[in-house]
């Protein structure tokens, strides 16, 4: 398990790291896993089995900076562990769907995808309609314009392509929940804890949606755990937020508030909670 490691006293700390990091990752605790990972490789930083289970863990937390690096930095590298390097194959192809194809590029030009009309996406979908960035580009497109249900059409499309898709579960938690559909949104919101039980979106998403079904206690335990795993998540602040206030802590909300406040990130998805705790958009049914 740790060949790639030189047994000196030094490294023993690497080594350790290296196991727990191992442990998270059978367990499916890919935050956990990769916070191990990253320890270990600033003591050992070009462990082959290191980088090859921090392409695994960045993958499943959605940290594509971490996936690319870590694949570069095993760029010519020899992985003896014929499973690994088949898992590590895996995923580097199905990573090209988290990216425009070369079609799409072509589309792009310089333009990023946000920027591109939904009428180009239409158009550009009925010649290559199982392009699976194109579905979930104009998905996005779609929720962000509050037109739920044809977001969530285009969603069950792209699903029945790729069922594991992330991008399209996670939109699927927020569309359903919208529509309120909140029995759909948490079945999705559990499809992906199922493949990482500390999927920092689902848990955000899930608590948001328990929430809005008036279960204030549980939907603030749910955010609570997802804020101990990560406390600078954006989203999950706005939904701390909005669980504090609901479970009526008004100091704990304005404490999470003054924390978002201190970056743009931050402060532009806190305008969402704000709304509802100034009653301006209705949350709860």
Same mark, same amino acid.
């Given at each position: 398990?740790? %060949?790639? &490691? %030189?047994?000196?006293?030094?490294? #023993?700390? +690497?080594?350790? /790291? #290296?196991?727990?990091?191992?442990?998270?990752?059978? =367990?499916?605790?890919?935050?956990?896993?990769?916070?191990?990972?990253?320890?270990?490789?600033?003591?050992?930083?070009?462990?082959?089995?290191?980088?090859?289970?921090?392409?695994?863990?960045?993958?499943?937390?959605?940290?594509?900076?971490?996936?690319?690096?870590?694949?570069?930095?095993? /760029? =010519?590298?020899?992985?003896?562990?014929?499973?690994?390097?088949?898992?590590? =194959?895996?995923?580097?192809? /199905?990573?090209?769907?988290?990216?425009?194809?070369?079609?799409?590029?072509?589309?792009?030009?310089?333009?990023?995808?946000?920027?591109?009309?939904?009428? +180009?996406?239409?158009?550009?979908?009925?010649?290559?309609?199982?392009?699976?960035?194109?579905?979930?580009? #104009?998905?996005?497109?779609?929720?962000?314009?509050?037109?739920?249900?044809?977001?969530?059409?285009?969603?069950?499309?792209?699903?029945?392509?790729?069922?594991?898709?992330?991008?399209?579960?996670?939109?699927?938690?927020?569309?359903?929940? /919208?529509?309120?559909?909140?029995?759909?949104?948490?079945?999705?919101?559990?499809?992906?804890?199922?493949?990482?039980?500390?999927?920092?979106?689902?848990?955000?998403?899930?608590?948001?949606?328990?929430?809005?079904?008036?279960?204030?206690?549980?939907? &603030?335990? #749910?955010?609570?755990?997802?804020?101990?795993?990560?406390?600078?998540?954006?989203?999950?602040?706005?939904? &701390?937020?909005?669980?504090?206030?609901? =479970?009526?802590?008004?100091?704990?909300?304005?404490?999470?508030?003054? %924390?978002?406040?201190?970056?743009?990130?931050?402060?532009?998805?806190?305008?969402?909670?704000?709304? %509802?705790?100034?009653?301006?958009?209705?949350?709860?049914?």
């Amino acid at each position: 398990m740790l %060949i790639s &490691l %030189i047994w000196l006293p030094t490294n #023993l700390n +690497a080594a350790l /790291e #290296l196991a727990r990091g191992e442990k998270a990752e059978l =367990n499916r605790n890919y935050i956990t896993e990769q916070n191990e990972l990253e320890k270990a490789k600033k003591l050992v930083p070009g462990s082959i089995d290191i980088l090859s289970h921090l392409v695994i863990a960045g993958f499943n937390n959605d940290d594509f900076k971490t996936v690319l690096s870590s694949l570069n930095a095993l /760029e =010519n590298k020899t992985i003896e562990d014929t499973l690994l390097v088949s898992e590590l =194959n895996e995923i580097a192809a /199905e990573a090209r769907d988290y990216f425009p194809s070369d079609s799409l590029i072509k589309i792009l030009g310089k333009r990023k995808p946000t920027e591109i009309p939904d009428t +180009a996406y239409q158009r550009y979908l009925r010649k290559f309609p199982r392009d699976i960035f194109a579905l979930i580009s #104009l998905a996005s497109s779609y929720a962000g314009q509050e037109k739920y249900k044809s977001s969530d059409s285009l969603l069950s499309t792209l699903l029945a392509i790729d069922h594991t898709y992330a991008p399209a579960l996670n939109l699927k938690t927020m569309v359903k929940r /919208e529509i309120n559909e909140p029995d759909s949104s948490i079945y999705y919101c559990d499809q992906l804890l199922e493949t990482n039980h500390q999927s920092l979106f689902a848990l955000s998403s899930k608590s948001r949606t328990l929430l809005k079904t008036g279960k204030n206690k549980i939907g &603030l335990k #749910l955010a609570e755990e997802c804020y101990h795993l990560d406390k600078s998540m954006s989203y999950n602040l706005a939904t &701390l937020a909005i669980a504090y206030h609901l =479970n009526k802590d008004y100091k704990q909300r304005d404490a999470i508030i003054a %924390i978002a406040a201190r970056d743009s990130d931050g402060e532009s998805y806190m305008k969402y909670a704000k709304d %509802i705790i100034s009653n301006k958009v209705k949350f709860q049914n």
